[in-house]
């Protein structure tokens, strides 16, 4: 994983905990990176693993819940790196539906060795789409959570049901998104 997400992580917690909260994370894991993160570097995604299950402990948090939180205060920082995927006119919609086709297409190129999750996409109807997440690593909570920091971001509303997912022995996360709202920047 990307430094960059390491260096939000780290904020999140400090924002949310305080920095002294933040030391207490490092020495209880003791990540092999000493916690100093380059964005553009790739770092094993063990430790972020370790650094999340570490504060979900301390702070009695439920992992995915936190994860779900995560993405969702992930989503700006991204926006704001990458606002060329951010067409002026753009719909949450059409956002959501260019990720996999659009968005990974370019991560691949900058990245090769990004371990990006399988997206597909069924459009139900003008206000309904259902995805199949699919990724080893299982972070469809992160999706979800950056699903959600669109939706704020572009000052809209969904509602988000996850039918199937992978931590509950499933091969593939079902996800339904119902946009309520769908304005567009």
């Known amino acids: 994983m ?7 992580f780290a904020k999140f917690v400090e924002e949310n905990f305080g ?17 100093i993160y380059v964005a553009t570097k790739s770092y ?29 205060y992930l989503f700006p920082i991204l926006a704001d790196k990458y ?24 991560v691949r ?25 699919s990724s080893p690593r299982k972070l469809c909570r992160l999706a979800i959570g950056l699903m959600r920091g669109a939706a704020d971001y572009f000052k809209g509303e969904i509602s988000i049901n996850e039918s199937q997912c992978m931590h509950m022995g499933s091969d593939a996360c079902h996800i339904n998104v119902e946009f309520i709202s ?4």
């Open 2 to 8: 990307k430094g960059a997400v390491f260096q939000a």
């Open 19 to 35: 920095d002294e909260f933040w030391e207490e994370v490092i020495e209880g894991v003791d990540p092999e990176s000493d916690a």
């Open 44 to 72: 094993d995604d063990e430790e972020l693993f370790k650094l999340v299950g570490f504060v979900c402990e301390k702070k009695e948090l439920d992992i995915l819940d936190a994860v779900e939180s995560f993405g969702q």
């Open 83 to 106: 606002s060329a995927f951010l067409k002026k006119g753009m719909s949450l919609k059409e956002f959501i539906l260019s990720i996999d086709n659009v968005i990974h297409v370019e």
């Open 109 to 133: 190129k900058l990245y090769p060795d990004a371990h990006l999750p399988t997206i597909s996409y069924i459009e139900n109807d003008d206000s309904n789409i259902a995805m199949n997440y």
């Open 182 to 185: 769908d304005p567009k920047l």
